[in-house]
């Protein structure tokens, strides 16, 4: 069962540049959470934003959450090479620790 | 990668052969939860664990086995029942944020290959 769909599925663009993934939900969630995953390692956790928050900032992450669209987004400011990754959100399931990914959006910051 | 780690980071199995994954964290975190990753595609749940000696079964659990005797330790087994075994397999350990939700925390993966 998948909760999450990021959007777009992979993307491409200079060091320097901004960069904006979204993800949206289908039920209601009381938090929602960004990993980052490098290629062939294991996922690390970014941010985590709760339910009656609409936005929040981390170093150069800023992450959104509209509950009324059941959207969020992950905004990356002044990208790096070391930026490239893939990009995966996570809601609540069933129990309150379980979660569940979408797919994912691939970033590549070309140097 | 945290305090939990993965072993072997690649392993290879003929098919029919049952292969056991080991996982272990040093977290002191009460759960526990295995992850397959098939390329290009999020992380499935294959089996979870809330406390020792206790654990569920997630999205695809047909085809694997767990045991959680020790708080430590998690490993997972693939049977010879899993019709798809390779994949690159994920355990996570979790924690209980200040925010009140769940973070979890993952080990570097193991790739197993089934030939």
């Known amino acids: 069962s998948q909760q999450g769909e990021e959007d777009p599925q992979a993307l491409s663009i200079q060091e320097g540049e901004n960069a904006t993934m979204n993800c949206s939900y289908k039920?209601?969630?009381?938090?929602l959470q960004w990993y980052r995953q490098n290629s062939g390692r294991g996922l690390v956790h970014l941010i985590l934003i709760r339910s009656n928050e609409r936005e929040k900032h981390s170093g150069r992450l800023r992450v959104t959450l509209d509950t009324s669209k059941k959207s969020s987004s992950l905004l990356i400011t002044a990208s790096r090479a070391a930026d490239t990754a893939s990009y995966f959100c996570a809601t609540p399931s069933g129990g309150y620790n379980k979660l569940i990914f979408g797919a994912g959006t691939r970033l590549a910051v070309h140097p | 990668d945290g305090g939990i780690t993965q072993s072997p980071k690649y392993l290879f199995r003929k098919e029919g052969q049952n292969v056991t994954l080991s996982c272990e964290q040093n977290l002191n975190h009460d759960a526990m939860y295995w992850y397959r990753q098939d390329p290009g595609q999020g992380l499935r749940l294959i089996y979870y664990?809330?406390?020792?000696?206790?654990?569920q079964k997630g999205d695809i659990a047909e085809g694997y086995s767990v045991s959680r005797e020790k708080k430590e330790s998690f490993p997972l087994t693939v049977t010879s029942a899993q019709k798809n075994p390779t994949a690159f397999y994920l355990c996570?350990?979790?924690?209980?944020?200040?925010?009140?939700?769940?973070?979890?925390?993952f080990g570097p993966g193991t790739r197993l290959t089934v030939t």
């Open positions: 664990s809330q406390i020792v000696n206790d654990f």
């Open positions: 039920t209601s969630i009381n938090n």
């Open positions: 996570a350990s979790s924690i209980l944020h200040s925010s009140g939700a769940y973070e979890q925390y």
